[in-house]
């Protein structure tokens, strides 16, 4: 098959089943210019099932990495009013929100980290109510990869750079299953694939989760009181059903703000804001990150954590067998929708109110009081190995193996 077919394909994914866009939806798209080609084919596809508009916001990341290196400092911590509008309206007109991220790993390598922590967290904060819409299910959204050069160039640094793009894109295309003869039902399929073990970790009535492996990491996280696993996909309030990633491999829940105690070390490289952070550590007590470090990016992961008070603390359990379809492409990515589906991650920053009982029904103080962490950000890391063992502990004290050598045991 071409790749003009297979792009063909993916577009047809993604505006049926990943974004599900229904009749007189308008479709906000955000992607680099680099994906012009699969922005062409998703607009159309949209229009063909009965968008109403499809508005296409292009971003370059050579005139951002220009803006950050000459910019003075206070231009970002203004996000423009005029841009957070456009977000935060078309959030309220109920629009379908995708993102297609093609980022070059080290686009903002050696940039002032304070600028790009600025930046990040005035957008965060004058675009809340778009947020919050996302958070709350009210719009279907879906985030998905797109080849290109230099992110390529640094999965596939042995080839050539035609050679290096068409191999990136053959690796988009294996985990997000446009392989397969009818992608759409392949993911249908798909979804129904998480229905067991998600049943499992909700009956288990859990309290704590503690992690162990040869790396180091000896971490136990708390989980709430009603907790709940997702994954396969959701549903929007209006019971629209949507994969917000693809590809997706993980069960994820949230975990209690104030119950980490420990040590963890990453397992693969973090791509944040086109700077790799590797080699780094977190330290956690009463749920608090108090002691971290890092060979390469500290200064990055630094400002992270000080973002705001929420930064901090955990806001995402999710796991990942080792044995899963994209761990065992062997193929490191440096891009963590695709990396963070290889392995069992967490995140810090913002967690999701849909992984408590009731949580969409809560206001922001009701979900704090419950352990549900808030932030202006929710960035994850991976911390799965091959001998990472994760135990469980029940209202009851038992403990139950959840991960043994890396993989579910049920």
Not at 131 to 148: H, M, P, Q, Y
Not at 197 to 208: A, C, E, F, K, P
Not at 335 to 347: G, P, Q, R, S
Request: charged share 25%; hydrophobic share 40%; with cysteine.
């Amino acid at each position: 098959m071409t790749l003009d077919k297979k792009l063909d394909k993916y577009a047809k994914l993604i505006v049926r089943a990943g974004l599900n866009v229904q009749k007189g939806q308008e479709v906000v798209i955000d992607t680099a210019i680099e994906a012009a080609s699969l922005v062409r084919r998703v607009t159309k596809e949209a229009y063909e099932v009965g968008a109403k508009e499809v508005i296409v916001r292009y971003s370059d990341e050579v005139v951002s990495r220009l803006k950050f290196e000459y910019g003075e400092a206070q231009l970002f911590t203004h996000f423009p009013q005029w841009l957070a509008d456009y977000y935060n309206q078309y959030a309220k007109n109920g629009a379908a929100f995708l993102s297609i991220i093609s980022d070059d790993p080290e686009a903002f390598k050696g940039v002032d980290a304070i600028k790009m922590a600025n930046w990040a967290s005035s957008k965060s904060k004058a675009t809340q109510p778009f947020r919050e819409s996302l958070d709350k299910a009210i719009n279907t959204w879906c985030i998905v990869g797109a080849s290109s050069r230099k992110w390529a160039n640094k999965v596939f640094p042995d080839m050539s750079d035609d050679a290096a793009v068409n191999a990136l894109w053959d690796a988009i295309f294996e985990t997000v299953k446009v392989n397969h003869e009818n992608p759409i039902e392949a993911w249908q399929q798909h979804r129904h694939s998480f229905e067991k073990r998600l049943t499992y970790l909700n009956s288990l009535q859990l309290q704590y989760l503690t992690y162990t492996n040869n790396l180091g990491t000896n971490l136990t996280i708390g989980l709430p009181d009603d907790y709940e696993f997702a994954g396969g996909g959701s549903y929007t309030v209006g019971d629209v059903f949507f994969f917000p990633n693809m590809p997706t491999e993980e069960v994820f829940s949230t975990p209690h703000k104030d119950k980490a105690e420990g040590i963890v070390y990453n397992a693969l490289p973090l791509n944040y804001n086109g700077n790799l952070i590797d080699n780094f550590f977190l330290e956690f007590k009463a749920g608090k990150i108090v002691n971290f470090g890092a060979k390469h990016g500290e200064d990055i992961l630094k400002e992270l954590i000080a973002t705001d008070e929420g930064s901090s603390h955990l806001g995402e359990v999710a796991l990942v067998p080792y044995d899963s379809p994209i761990s065992n492409m062997n193929i490191l990515f440096y891009n963590t929708l695709f990396d963070e589906n290889a392995v069992c991650h967490l995140a810090i920053g913002k967690a999701y109110p849909e992984c408590v009982t009731g949580g969409l029904q809560m206001n922001k103080q009701e979900l704090l009081e419950k352990g549900v962490n808030d932030s202006l950000v929710h960035v994850d890391f991976m911390i799965g190995t091959a001998d990472l063992k994760i135990v469980g502990t029940t209202k009851d004290n038992k403990k139950v193996d959840i991960f043994i050598d890396g993989n579910f045991v049920f």
